[in-house]
């Protein structure tokens, strides 16, 4: 169990703390796209003010590389925390560094909240600056991070600011970690994990990860066109990596030296392009033509994957199965997602799921709730999985001798 100084390690009553939070979400004409991120640290935001403490939540949004630039603005997210906070008196504060403390808090009560504005309009976050983490840090007593999906990255709010205050780690990291831990690291067996999305080279440390791992590996998505390839299948104008293929051939082969079992699509959705309107057919992967480009798996394969999961009792999900943007390409991933909910719903399958594009593509068909465990980590979800050491996490089981608060 990795042992994170937490929540219980800290006297917080009274104190002012820095709520390090992850509210990079998705803005779509001025209003917030998907919630799931903020909704996640209201619990901690909720006991930090029950505590007596004043709350100044701090997060990035975007890639504004330390300009200000009104498009990544969290002013955004102020109606929604009205909303998410009710009666909470929300304070938004443009500047927050190089600021005397008690001008920061001024006009503010216990159990207050001050939303601070994108840290990543400062360059000094991104370049994990000492000096910007050290006026950060004046601003409060304790610093909590609660922002899992940021912990893969060495920024001055995650890591720096380690150095310059008690820093915790929030009720949200903390259950992400145990989370994981407890249903992948030490998952029921057998495991099956379903590996899906574009490409291969971006997967590859985590496929590497898994395969010793895990008992049974499925293959889906974009991906797979580079398996079937180097199985010496036609794959038409489908998007494969040729110089994925030497990758390809060595999971493949550990694969066999580890016994775990390879699950490739058996038949697939192929279209001429990927557009809405643009008619579909299923072909086995034996018919694939030249012209064809592969898009989603096929009914058969569903079935197959449906069959392996109902024999695993933990399944770990990354990766859309086919191009779930544009119908009917999602109906693989709808299909085998719905057979996850219902093992999950009956008790028969832990499953865990992570990543950006796989999170939105459960929420759209509304399927998110069904899983056991859904990580608000992308980047930071795929890093844990491969076993690498995340930089926020790193500082936070380190801080055991410093965790007394002045
Ligand atoms: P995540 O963000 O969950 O880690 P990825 O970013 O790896 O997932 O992959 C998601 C992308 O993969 C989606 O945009 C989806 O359209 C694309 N994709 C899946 N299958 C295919 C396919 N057969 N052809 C082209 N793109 C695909
Ligand atoms: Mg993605």
Redesign the pocket.
């Known amino acids: 169990m990795t042992s994170l100084k937490t929540l219980n390690d800290i006297n917080i009553k009274n104190k002012d703390i820095l709520l390090r939070v992850d509210f990079n979400v998705p803005i779509e004409d001025g209003k917030v796209g998907d919630l799931t991120r903020i909704k996640a640290v209201i619990p901690t935001i909720e006991y930090l003010r029950s505590q007596g403490a004043r709350v100044a939540l701090i997060s990035h949004m975007g890639r504004p590389d330390g300009k200000v630039d009104a498009r990544y603005s969290l002013r955004a997210l102020i109606p929604v925390l009205h909303t998410l906070l009710p009666g909470v008196g929300l304070t938004f504060r443009e500047n927050y560094i190089n600021i005397p403390r008690a001008h920061f808090w001024s006009d503010t009560n216990r159990g207050d909240v001050i939303l601070c504005e994108n840290i990543r309009f400062h360059a000094g976050e991104e370049k994990n600056d000492m000096n910007f983490a050290a006026s950060l840090a004046s601003l409060a007593d304790i610093c909590v991070n609660d922002a899992f999906a940021a912990c893969h990255r060495a920024h001055a709010s995650i890591s720096a600011i380690t150095n310059c205050i008690p820093t915790v780690a929030g009720l949200l990291l903390a259950s992400e970690i145990s989370a994981i831990e407890s249903h992948y690291l030490h998952a029921a067996k057998p495991l099956m994990a379903v590996i899906?999305?574009?490409?291969v080279s971006?997967?590859i440390d985590v496929l590497k990860a898994l395969v010793p791992k895990v008992d049974i590996l499925a293959i889906?998505?974009?991906?797979?066109?580079s398996f079937l390839l180097a199985m010496g299948k036609e794959v038409g104008l489908?998007?494969v990596e040729k110089s994925a293929l030497p990758l390809v051939e060595d999971i493949l082969s550990q694969a066999k030296l580890h016994n775990t079992e390879i699950l490739l699509p058996v038949d697939?959705v192929v279209a001429a392009e990927?557009a809405p309107g643009v008619t579909s057919t299923i072909k086995t992967i034996d018919e694939i033509g030249p012209e064809d480009?592969?898009?989603?798996?096929g009914p058969a394969s569903v079935t197959l994957f449906n069959q392996a999961a109902s024999r695993a009792k933990t399944l770990l999900w990354?990766?859309?199965?086919?191009?779930?943007?544009?119908e009917p390409?999602d109906k693989g991933t709808l299909d085998f997602a719905q057979h996850v909910v219902k093992l999950t719903q009956v008790g028969k399958l832990v499953s865990l799921t992570?990543?950006?594009?796989?999170?939105?593509?459960l929420a759209k068909l509304d399927l998110e709730s069904g899983f056991t465990y859904v990580s608000t980590g992308?980047?930071a979800f795929?890093e844990f999985i491969e076993g690498k050491i995340l930089p926020g996490l790193a500082v936070l089981s380190q801080t055991s001798e410093k965790i007394q608060v002045k």
Do not use: H
């Open positions: 899906g999305g574009s490409k971006s997967k889906g998505g974009g991906m797979a066109n489908s998007l697939v990927l480009r592969i898009l989603d798996i990354n990766g859309p199965l086919g191009a779930f943007e544009i390409f992570g990543g950006g594009d796989s999170v939105a593509a992308g980047g795929l």
